[in-house]
């Protein structure tokens, strides 16, 4: 089972640093009250590495309460 959730991660990665290779273009980007024209190559790492952080923290959190439970 760990071989093939490894094989998963890989794949997702792969496809995923495609994806962002093959989107170099600027784009207009607005958060919140900010607006300006960003690479797409670096918008999409940076919205990959936000939704990492926030799946790591996700999995951190479940832990522990699952530790205060026990």
């Given at each position: 089972m760990k071989k093939f959730k490894l094989t998963?991660?890989?794949i997702v990665s792969i496809?995923?640093?495609?994806?962002i290779v093959q989107n170099t273009n600027k784009?207009?980007?607005?958060f919140?009250?900010?607006q300006g024209e960003i690479?797409?190559?670096l918008l999409?790492?940076?919205t990959?590495?936000?939704g990492f952080i926030v799946g790591l923290l996700t999995s951190i959190l479940n832990k522990r309460n699952k530790n205060k439970k026990e």
């Open positions: 998963i991660i890989v496809l995923l640093l495609l994806l784009v207009q980007t607005n919140l009250w900010f690479s797409l190559i999409l790492l940076i990959t590495i936000g």
